[in-house]
Protein backbone atom coordinates (compact mmCIF):
# COMPACT_ATOMS: atom_id res chain seq x y z
CA UNK A 1 0.00 0.00 0.00
CA UNK A 2 1.12 3.49 -0.74
CA UNK A 3 -0.39 6.82 -0.24
CA UNK A 4 0.07 10.39 -2.22
CA UNK A 5 -0.95 13.54 -0.94
CA UNK A 6 -0.35 17.15 -2.40
CA UNK A 7 2.73 18.92 -1.26
CA UNK A 8 3.92 22.43 -1.47
CA UNK A 9 6.75 24.44 -0.71
CA UNK A 10 6.60 28.46 -1.24
CA UNK A 11 9.35 29.62 0.83
CA UNK A 12 11.95 28.25 -2.25
CA UNK A 13 12.22 29.95 -4.74
CA UNK A 14 11.19 28.82 -7.34
CA UNK A 15 8.92 27.22 -5.55
CA UNK A 16 8.35 23.13 -5.44
CA UNK A 17 4.82 22.16 -5.78
CA UNK A 18 3.28 18.54 -6.69
CA UNK A 19 2.35 15.01 -4.73
CA UNK A 20 4.50 12.80 -2.26
CA UNK A 21 4.06 9.38 -2.74
CA UNK A 22 4.73 7.77 0.82
CA UNK A 23 5.50 4.15 0.55
CA UNK A 24 3.96 2.04 3.86
CA UNK A 25 7.51 0.26 3.90
CA UNK A 26 10.44 2.65 2.99
CA UNK A 27 13.58 2.08 1.70
CA UNK A 28 14.77 5.29 2.55
CA UNK A 29 15.27 6.09 -1.14
CA UNK A 30 13.81 8.75 -3.66
CA UNK A 31 12.81 9.56 -7.05
CA UNK A 32 11.91 13.16 -8.23
CA UNK A 33 10.02 12.88 -11.44
CA UNK A 34 8.63 15.62 -13.35
CA UNK A 35 7.12 15.87 -16.74
CA UNK A 36 7.29 17.05 -20.84
CA UNK A 37 6.72 20.18 -22.30
CA UNK A 38 3.41 19.43 -23.04
CA UNK A 39 2.07 17.87 -19.46
CA UNK A 40 2.07 18.54 -16.11
CA UNK A 41 2.52 16.48 -12.69
CA UNK A 42 -0.94 14.88 -13.03
CA UNK A 43 -0.09 13.20 -16.38
CA UNK A 44 -0.92 9.50 -16.79
CA UNK A 45 2.47 8.40 -17.26
CA UNK A 46 4.03 9.67 -14.12
CA UNK A 47 1.12 8.54 -12.01
CA UNK A 48 1.85 4.93 -13.05
CA UNK A 49 5.20 5.56 -12.24
CA UNK A 50 4.82 7.09 -9.38
CA UNK A 51 2.79 4.44 -7.91
CA UNK A 52 5.12 1.44 -8.99
CA UNK A 53 8.07 2.80 -7.50
CA UNK A 54 6.31 3.66 -4.49
CA UNK A 55 4.68 -0.01 -3.83
CA UNK A 56 8.37 -1.09 -4.11
CA UNK A 57 9.32 1.10 -1.20
CA UNK A 58 10.77 4.29 -2.88
CA UNK A 59 9.60 8.12 -1.67
CA UNK A 60 8.62 9.60 -4.92
CA UNK A 61 8.08 13.28 -5.78
CA UNK A 62 5.94 14.10 -8.48
CA UNK A 63 6.06 17.48 -9.21
CA UNK A 64 5.77 20.54 -11.91
CA UNK A 65 8.30 22.48 -13.23
CA UNK A 66 8.33 26.16 -12.68
CA UNK A 67 7.06 27.33 -16.07
CA UNK A 68 3.94 24.89 -15.33
CA UNK A 69 3.30 26.48 -12.04
CA UNK A 70 2.94 29.53 -13.88
CA UNK A 71 0.70 28.57 -16.81
CA UNK A 72 -1.09 25.08 -16.75
CA UNK A 73 -1.18 24.96 -21.08
CA UNK A 74 1.24 25.80 -23.06
CA UNK A 75 4.84 24.72 -23.43
CA UNK A 76 8.39 26.27 -22.02
CA UNK A 77 9.54 29.43 -22.92
CA UNK A 78 12.85 30.73 -24.13
CA UNK A 79 13.06 32.08 -21.35
CA UNK A 80 11.93 29.40 -18.54
CA UNK A 81 14.86 26.67 -18.84
CA UNK A 82 17.32 28.31 -16.33
CA UNK A 83 14.47 28.62 -13.50
CA UNK A 84 13.05 25.07 -14.29
CA UNK A 85 16.75 23.61 -13.63
CA UNK A 86 16.48 25.58 -10.39
CA UNK A 87 13.22 23.77 -9.57
CA UNK A 88 14.50 20.35 -9.93
CA UNK A 89 17.79 20.99 -7.92
CA UNK A 90 14.96 22.48 -4.79
CA UNK A 91 12.95 19.46 -6.00
CA UNK A 92 16.12 17.37 -4.40
CA UNK A 93 16.30 18.99 -1.15
CA UNK A 94 12.84 18.68 -1.02
CA UNK A 95 13.76 14.83 -1.02
CA UNK A 96 16.39 14.85 1.07
CA UNK A 97 14.22 16.05 4.26
CA UNK A 98 12.42 13.05 4.30
CA UNK A 99 15.31 10.30 3.14
CA UNK A 100 18.13 9.53 4.28
CA UNK A 101 19.12 7.43 1.25
CA UNK A 102 19.86 8.63 -2.27
CA UNK A 103 17.92 10.64 -4.69
CA UNK A 104 17.41 9.64 -8.38
CA UNK A 105 16.28 12.60 -10.97
CA UNK A 106 13.39 11.28 -13.59
CA UNK A 107 11.60 13.33 -16.17
CA UNK A 108 9.75 12.83 -19.48
CA UNK A 109 10.58 14.57 -22.10
CA UNK A 110 11.69 18.43 -21.41
CA UNK A 111 11.82 17.32 -18.07
CA UNK A 112 14.08 15.14 -18.58
CA UNK A 113 16.53 16.47 -20.37
CA UNK A 114 16.15 19.52 -18.15
CA UNK A 115 17.22 17.38 -15.44
CA UNK A 116 20.40 15.98 -17.41
CA UNK A 117 21.33 19.10 -18.18
CA UNK A 118 21.43 20.02 -14.19
CA UNK A 119 23.90 16.48 -13.37
CA UNK A 120 25.76 18.04 -15.91
CA UNK A 121 26.12 21.35 -13.93
CA UNK A 122 26.09 19.59 -10.75
CA UNK A 123 27.68 15.80 -10.83
CA UNK A 124 26.83 15.37 -7.02
CA UNK A 125 22.74 16.34 -7.12
CA UNK A 126 21.70 13.37 -7.66
CA UNK A 127 22.54 9.29 -7.67
CA UNK A 128 21.40 8.60 -10.65
CA UNK A 129 19.27 9.70 -14.22
CA UNK A 130 15.52 8.46 -15.66
CA UNK A 131 15.29 9.68 -18.81
CA UNK A 132 11.86 8.95 -20.49
CA UNK A 133 11.78 9.60 -24.08
CA UNK A 134 14.74 11.82 -24.30
CA UNK A 135 14.01 14.30 -27.07
CA UNK A 136 17.29 14.28 -28.86
CA UNK A 137 15.86 16.46 -31.44
CA UNK A 138 12.91 17.98 -32.90
CA UNK A 139 10.92 15.83 -35.01
CA UNK A 140 11.63 15.84 -38.46
CA UNK A 141 15.00 17.41 -37.20
CA UNK A 142 17.70 15.23 -36.88
CA UNK A 143 20.55 17.92 -37.41
CA UNK A 144 19.10 19.97 -34.35
CA UNK A 145 20.89 17.60 -31.81
CA UNK A 146 20.25 18.35 -27.78
CA UNK A 147 23.56 16.49 -26.92
CA UNK A 148 25.59 19.52 -26.08
CA UNK A 149 26.24 18.72 -22.44
CA UNK A 150 26.28 15.01 -22.54
CA UNK A 151 29.98 14.43 -22.34
CA UNK A 152 30.15 16.43 -19.52
CA UNK A 153 27.14 13.75 -17.53
CA UNK A 154 28.92 11.40 -14.94
CA UNK A 155 24.93 10.25 -13.60
CA UNK A 156 24.28 6.79 -14.07
CA UNK A 157 21.47 7.03 -16.45
CA UNK A 158 18.73 4.62 -17.64
CA UNK A 159 17.24 6.21 -21.09
CA UNK A 160 13.34 4.45 -21.36
CA UNK A 161 12.58 4.98 -25.37
CA UNK A 162 10.17 3.71 -27.27
CA UNK A 163 10.89 2.04 -30.81
CA UNK A 164 8.57 4.70 -33.24
CA UNK A 165 9.80 8.26 -30.77
CA UNK A 166 10.29 10.77 -33.73
CA UNK A 167 12.72 12.57 -31.43
CA UNK A 168 14.74 10.15 -31.56
CA UNK A 169 15.56 7.36 -33.22
CA UNK A 170 16.51 3.89 -31.11
CA UNK A 171 20.03 3.91 -33.17
CA UNK A 172 20.11 7.63 -32.70
CA UNK A 173 19.63 7.44 -29.01
CA UNK A 174 22.30 4.38 -28.69
CA UNK A 175 24.86 7.85 -30.55
CA UNK A 176 24.13 9.52 -28.04
CA UNK A 177 24.73 7.41 -25.12
CA UNK A 178 28.20 7.31 -26.37
CA UNK A 179 29.15 10.38 -25.58
CA UNK A 180 28.08 10.36 -22.17
CA UNK A 181 31.35 9.15 -19.61
CA UNK A 182 29.28 7.63 -17.29
CA UNK A 183 27.50 4.43 -16.99
CA UNK A 184 24.39 4.34 -19.37
CA UNK A 185 21.47 1.60 -20.00
CA UNK A 186 18.73 1.55 -22.44
CA UNK A 187 15.62 -0.12 -22.16
CA UNK A 188 13.62 -0.33 -25.78
CA UNK A 189 9.85 0.26 -25.48
CA UNK A 190 8.94 -1.73 -28.64
CA UNK A 191 6.00 -0.05 -30.69
CA UNK A 192 5.74 3.29 -28.30
CA UNK A 193 6.00 6.65 -29.69
CA UNK A 194 6.73 9.62 -27.23
CA UNK A 195 4.18 8.88 -24.89
CA UNK A 196 5.96 5.36 -24.18
CA UNK A 197 1.98 4.09 -24.70
CA UNK A 198 0.12 6.77 -22.03
CA UNK A 199 -1.93 9.04 -24.36
CA UNK A 200 -5.51 9.71 -23.81
CA UNK A 201 -7.25 6.56 -22.44
CA UNK A 202 -4.33 4.15 -23.72
CA UNK A 203 -2.21 2.78 -20.61
CA UNK A 204 0.92 0.73 -21.65
CA UNK A 205 0.66 -1.72 -18.30
CA UNK A 206 3.35 -3.74 -18.21
CA UNK A 207 5.77 -0.70 -18.83
CA UNK A 208 5.75 0.15 -15.14
CA UNK A 209 6.71 -3.07 -13.89
CA UNK A 210 9.40 -4.02 -16.46
CA UNK A 211 10.79 0.01 -16.50
CA UNK A 212 11.25 -0.70 -12.09
CA UNK A 213 12.87 -4.07 -12.69
CA UNK A 214 15.31 -2.37 -14.99
CA UNK A 215 15.90 0.17 -12.69
CA UNK A 216 16.94 -2.19 -9.80
CA UNK A 217 19.05 -3.74 -12.26
CA UNK A 218 20.85 -0.87 -13.47
CA UNK A 219 21.65 1.18 -9.90
CA UNK A 220 22.69 -2.24 -8.25
CA UNK A 221 25.42 -2.72 -11.06
CA UNK A 222 28.82 -1.11 -10.15
Do not use: W
Not at 161 to 178: L, N, P, R, V, W
Amino acid sequence: MSSARAVADDAMDPPVRGFLHTPENSNENALALTHGAGFHAQSPLLIALAEAFCTAGFTVLRYDLPFRQRRRFGPPGPGDAARDRAGIKNAVEVLRKTISGSVVLGGHSYGGRQSSMMCAEQPQLAAGLLLLSYPLHPPNKPEQLRTQHLPELRTPTLFVHGTTDGFGSIAEIEQAMKLIPGKTDLLKVEGAGHDLGFKGKSRREDLPGQLLERFRLFFSRD
